[in-house]
């Protein structure tokens, strides 16, 4: 890891010039009355002080709402692909090691640059998913620290924080006033380059970066780190870390509790769709004319059809079965097979939940 | 001319087969010449013809689309075309608010014997169509840069900022929580008595400013309820859902709007009216966005319709002097076809699919939505414009007639479509073409279930 202080200004200057090599670059952006991280042109556009996180993560950058996998034709009663390479060798042109095939998320939240190992896990084990694999690898996050907390956020308790840098290729921090004076930088920022990505994206700017003086660093920046959590915290909900408990969640897979929790939910699919960890899909055939695509969209355990047989036996048939599913899953399951809850706490499914559902308070019922 | 073939205007001829379809025979066999850009699709009665149809081939492509059944009188079935004439009145409308032209939907009355008369219609619905442009007819094209859409969606917020209406904090927190308890208590009576197995209310949510749906099983939690301006989630929704059922007799807390849904259940026959006691709560109008919602500006019901035991008395309640949601419908009639098609194609362009509309939709109860079937596929699951479009017209489309306004749909949709406002539309449609309001009278026949033999059919050739 390699530390570096700068001022406001180079730091927007270097933004301008990842723009202006031709990377894209995606940043929280206002749109109608949703804050979503889009493609930015102008990097006076990027807020580098915005108090809230983004309304929805940027999952869909990996991982697309709507993918077509390839077209067919039917042609003298047989289908045709329609040149299966043609749009992923585009895509894999356009991506290919090049910087222009670069995708920049500048200003990702912790929660969000987290919710990558999640995906990363679940898209590039054996055999790996190739139209995430190839985005991933062109996908460099610049994350930064979390100034304020939301009603709905519990990143702290679940090993998270407004800090972490994972996920993160670099990580910014605004610094204090007072710190700006005592390093004499004006005001600015800390960036931690974290990986090589990262440092190839910083090769050509080191003049205007400073590396602090002295050689421990770790005793400001844990304590500018402490400091931030504290003001953080301070504003969040009072509740307790989770311990994973996955075997406790077993015991009680059959407790009359998760009927109680699991009533009010009414089966939309809004907290799978604004997670930035769910990642479920569905396959399916779509005609425009005499053209076919097979689709691969976003899909929610919440959707009654989500586990419906052909033969028409659907085993999880009510919201009491589904929703324990999805905490399950994310507490339980992926907990087991990763060591890591499949959640970042962002709490957007609280927000948008139209009757508030909180995954947390239905988690926190056990340890 | 060598090198640019003419294309061919397609239109699809959804027609009846006892009619339309020997009409258009006759035509045949009395050698009377017609377009030949004309397909037709055999139904047994136009009452099987569903928007949907229509929706499909416009998005496969088709030019046009022209309707057409028996007379009224002829059905073969007695009233199919009568029911259709109101539906497709209806629909009819809704395409034409989203900006569809009016020349791409078009209806006709051709008997068996109109050979004449089925040849005049599709010569002019082709020639109609074929003015409309040289281009092939796109079905969802989302503005580019979203500018289109813009200047309309600047005047929408002028509008309902000109509209915005703060609580009094003072004066209804009071009221509030007099209403909290007298509801605890009742809630507390109504269990202690076993009159009923659960209360469905509300309990502060999580989140400040928040109240959740609550189910109180037990006396000792009746406490847990609340009662207050954050109450937005139209319980109703809850009385057709299998875990609510299997809980048998429950009393519900239903603001004006919730219980004009209740009726609209009862009305369908979808619950049984002991199956429910109803504590209806005098209301003062929900908060979003820390003003008044749009739709209680304009409600003008203070105490349900229909209700049990009722808590709650009078109080002043700030009323908008118009009604904000018929000025936004207003300004949307009043622009281009154009300007409305751009505006509900960005609107719709955001649609993740996560069908949260549907999911808090009281009438939404199908136990299989037609969106979820794929045998055949009438709905693409695709987050792209094309499904995005027809599955939101068809939502619409569905509950004409049935909507009560409690606009949950609008508020629940994560990427905020204004849902309110095309119901809002349809509403008034509904009103002007039927004089019929949802969810008033149980006694009533839901406007589509029925017709008048003398109802409106102007916009039939």
Not at chain 1, 117 to 134: S, T
Not at chain 2, 1 to 17: G, H, L, P, S
Not at chain 2, 383 to 402: V, Y
Not at chain 2, 429 to 453: H, M
Request: net charge neutral; aromatic share 8%.
């Amino acid at each position: 890891m390699t530390l570096y202080l700068i001022q406001e200004q180079y730091l927007r200057d270097w933004l301008a010039e990842i723009i202006a090599t031709g990377r894209r670059v995606i940043a929280p952006q206002s749109e109608n009355g949703l804050v979503v991280y889009r493609e930015v042109t102008r990097a006076e556009t990027i807020d580098l002080h915005a108090r809230a996180k983004p309304d929805f993560s940027f999952k869909h950058i990996l991982f697309p709402q709507t993918e077509t996998v390839f077209r067919y034709e039917w042609r003298e009663r047989r289908p045709v692909v329609e040149d299966a390479a043609a749009e992923t060798s585009a895509d894999a042109e356009n991506a290919s090691a090049s910087v222009q095939g670069e995708v920049v998320v500048v200003g990702a939240t912790p929660c969000d640059a987290a919710s990558l190992l999640v995906l990363d896990h679940v898209f590039l084990a054996d055999p790996p998913d190739p139209f995430y694999a190839r985005r991933r690898e062109n996908l460099i996050v610049i994350g930064r620290s979390c100034s304020h907390a939301q009603p709905e956020c519990f990143c702290t308790t679940v090993g998270l924080s407004p800090v972490s840098t994972q996920g993160c290729d670099i990580f910014l921090m605004p610094l204090g006033a007072d710190l700006c004076d005592e390093l004499d930088i004006g005001s600015g920022f800390v960036a931690e380059v974290l990986s090589e990505k990262g440092e190839a994206l910083v090769a050509n700017v080191k003049a205007t970066w400073v590396k602090p003086n002295g050689s421990d660093h770790s005793t400001w920046l844990n304590e500018l780190k402490a400091a931030h959590l504290r003001a953080v915290q301070a504003e969040m909900l009072p509740r307790r870390a989770l311990t994973p408990s996955p075997d406790e969640l077993k015991k009680d897979f059959e407790h009359p509790a998760w009927e109680e929790i699991a009533r009010a939910c009414l089966s939309c699919g809004v907290c799978a769709f604004v997670c930035p960890t769910c990642h479920c899909y569905d396959l399916s055939e779509e005609r425009q004319g005499r053209i076919w695509s097979r689709c691969r969209n976003w899909d929610s355990c919440a959707f009654g059809y989500f586990t419906l047989h052909a033969s028409g036996h659907n085993p999880r048939p009510t919201a009491l079965e589904r929703y324990r599913q999805r905490v399950m899953h994310k507490f339980c399951y992926f907990l087991e097979a990763t060591g890591a809850n499949m959640c970042v706490g962002c709490g957007r499914c609280v927000k948008f939940c139209p009757v508030g559902l909180d995954i947390y308070q239905a988690r926190a019922r056990w340890p | 001319m060598k090198d640019q073939v003419e294309r061919k205007t397609k239109i699809a001829a959804f027609v009846c087969n006892w009619c339309s379809y020997a009409g258009a025979d006759a035509a045949g066999t009395s050698r009377l010449q017609y377009d030949d850009g004309v397909r037709i699709i055999r139904f047994p009665c136009t009452g099987r013809i569903d928007p949907l149809f229509i929706i499909k081939a416009l998005e496969q492509g088709v030019d046009g689309v022209l309707v057409s059944g028996c007379h009224p009188g002829d059905c073969h079935y007695a009233t199919g075309n009568l029911l259709a004439r109101r539906r497709f009145n209806i629909f009819r409308k809704l395409m034409l608010f989203l900006g569809l032209d009016e020349r791409r939907l078009q209806f006709a009355w051709v008997s068996a014997a109109e050979g004449a008369k089925w040849t005049a219609v599709v010569n002019t619905v082709a020639d109609e169509i074929k003015q409309l442009s040289g281009e092939p007819f796109t079905w969802a094209t989302p503005p580019a840069d979203g500018k289109k859409a813009q200047s309309l969606r600047e005047q929408i917020a002028a509008i309902e900022q000109a509209h915005r209406v703060a609580f009094q904090e003072s004066s209804i927190e009071a009221q509030e929580a007099a209403m909290t308890q007298q509801l605890r208590q009742q809630a507390k009576q109504l269990l202690d008595a076993s009159e009923v197995n659960a209360v469905l209310g509300y309990t502060s949510g999580t989140l400040p400013q928040t109240a959740n749906s609550f189910f109180a099983l037990s006396p000792d939690v009746a406490d847990q309820l609340v009662w207050n301006r954050y109450c937005q989630t139209n319980l109703a929704v809850y009385l057709t859902r299998p875990l609510v059922r299997k809980l048998g007799k429950i009393a519900v807390v239903v603001k004006p709007c919730d219980a004009r849904a209740v009726v609209g259940l009862l009305q369908e026959h979808q619950i049984q009216r002991h199956e429910v006691h109803l504590i209806g709560m005098v209301c003062q109008g929900v908060e979003t966005g820390g003003a008044m919602a749009l739709k209680c500006l304009s409600c003008t019901q203070r105490t349900p319709t229909l209700y049990d035991t009722l808590i709650g008395a009078g109080g002043e309640r700030p009323t908008a002097s118009s009604n904000p949601l018929d000025e936004i419908v207003r300004l949307l009639d009043n622009a281009s076809p154009e300007q409305r098609w751009n505006f509900w194609q960005d609107e719709f362009s955001r649609c993740i699919r996560c069908y949260a509309c549907r999911a808090v939709c009281p009438f939404c109860y199908c136990e299989t939505c037609i969106t979820d079937k794929h045998r055949p596929q009438w709905i693409t699951p695709s987050a792209q414009p094309e499904g995005n479009t027809a599955w939101n017209i068809i939502r619409a489309a569905h509950l004409a007639g049935r909507c009560v306004g409690c606009n949950e749909c609008a508020r629940v949709c994560p990427v905020n479509i204004r849902l309110d406002i095309l119901n809002r539309k349809i509403a008034i449609e509904i009103k002007n073409e039927f004089d019929y309001e949802a969810g008033q009278s149980v006694e009533s026949a839901p406007p589509l279930a029925t017709y008048r033999p003398d109802d409106q059919q102007e916009f039939i050739r």
